[in-house]
């Protein structure tokens, strides 16, 4: 069902966990499965230079999070913004049709982490 | 969200991984969340002596299955095909209600596993 790139993130999933003072925080519960997601950012000169996450949803939430977190840092808050959720899934090799809303708490959780830091700037 | 019980299960499940040699395997796929679940068992004299589980799925079916199979380890296979998914989730101090398919999940692959193992015996 899942390939090998999503297998591999989930079970060793990249920057898990949270930002002391992180410049932005956002948090997305999903409607359709009712997971949650929480994502830091650290960001320094319009740059996100660090992005930790926390979910407790499902592995493909974790696959998702871990290479849209990865795609992220290093890019200036306008790049970031425009990393699209079809980006994220085509990053991880493609996600099995059911399971496309859980890489989806990974895109708003990362959208609304970049408005928390574009409101308190 | 979550009450404490189900966010302890979560953070430190019991009964995680495979049985080599198992006496029964079930596996289990969600058709809500495209999740799956598989569980081993391992019997004596009817008894089951121990249990294992392996998923891709949420927390909640993590915790789930975290009670779930506590709750199995000990019964006999009678007394376990007649635990209930309800049984499994007030074990737990309930779930919200978007997350019950989740426990289903649980519940369906134990049952899965004790039919596995009556077909063999
Ligand atoms: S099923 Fe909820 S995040 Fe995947």
């Known amino acids: 069902m899942y390939n090998?790139?999503?297998m591999d993130h989930f079970m060793n999933p990249h920057?898990?966990?949270e930002i002391q003072g992180a410049?932005?925080?956002?948090?997305?519960g999903s409607p359709?499965?009712?997971?949650?997601?929480?994502?830091?950012?650290?960001?320094e000169n319009d740059v996100i230079k660090?992005?930790?996450?926390?979910?407790?949803?499902c592995g493909s939430a974790i696959a998702s999070s871990s290479v849209a977190t990865d795609m992220i840092i290093g890019l200036t808050?306008?790049?970031?913004?425009?990393?699209t959720n079809k980006q994220i899934i085509d990053e991880l090799g493609g996600l099995p049709a059911i399971k496309i809303h859980?890489?989806?708490?990974?895109?708003?959780a990362i959208k609304s982490?970049?408005?928390?830091?574009a409101q308190k700037n």
Do not use: P, R
């Open 113 to 117: 982490a970049i408005y928390d830091y």
């Open 77 to 83: 808050i306008d790049e970031a913004l425009a990393v």
């Open 15 to 17: 920057n898990v966990g």
């Open 23 to 28: 410049d932005g925080s956002g948090t997305y």
């Open 102 to 108: 859980c890489s989806v708490l990974a895109d708003h």
């Open 32 to 43: 359709v499965c009712g997971d949650m997601m929480k994502i830091d950012i650290k960001v």
């Open 50 to 57: 660090d992005a930790k996450f926390k979910t407790f949803g």
């Open 4 to 6: 090998d790139k999503v």
